[in-house]
């Protein structure tokens, strides 16, 4: 497993600043941990500034559409997309029934 960033500051991040739970937020650090290389710049600038939220289309599926779609907040619509490009095929008809 490659290390992106310090665990601790991701870790702060999720649980002071995004109000996840200790739990989730393992879970997410685990899964943030194996971030398709692409979509890391996008996570560090994220974690550096809460306002700095780029769209990705993958596969047609807009990150900002899940947001604004499912209520999902950045990182998990980053994580959905990151997913998707994963595997396509488990993941886009679950996907696109959000839209429906």
């Given amino acids: 497993m490659r ?6 500051k991701i870790y702060n991040v999720l649980t002071l600043r995004e109000q996840y739970k ?9 899964e943030i941990q194996n ?7 996008y996570f ?3 974690v ?3 306002e700095d939220q780029h769209d990705i289309i993958f596969d047609g599926i807009s990150l900002c559409k899940l947001m604004e779609k499912k209520g999902m907040n950045y990182l998990a619509a980053l994580l959905t997309i990151d997913w998707l490009a994963k ?7 679950i996907i696109e029934g959000f839209f429906k």
């Fill in 87 to 93: 595997e396509p095929s488990i993941a886009k008809p």
């Fill in 48 to 50: 550096e500034n809460p």
């Fill in 35 to 41: 971030l398709n290389p692409d979509y890391i710049p």
């Fill in 3 to 8: 290390k992106i960033m310090d665990t601790l």
């Fill in 22 to 30: 200790d739990t989730q937020a393992k879970l997410v650090l685990h």
């Fill in 44 to 46: 560090l600038a994220w």
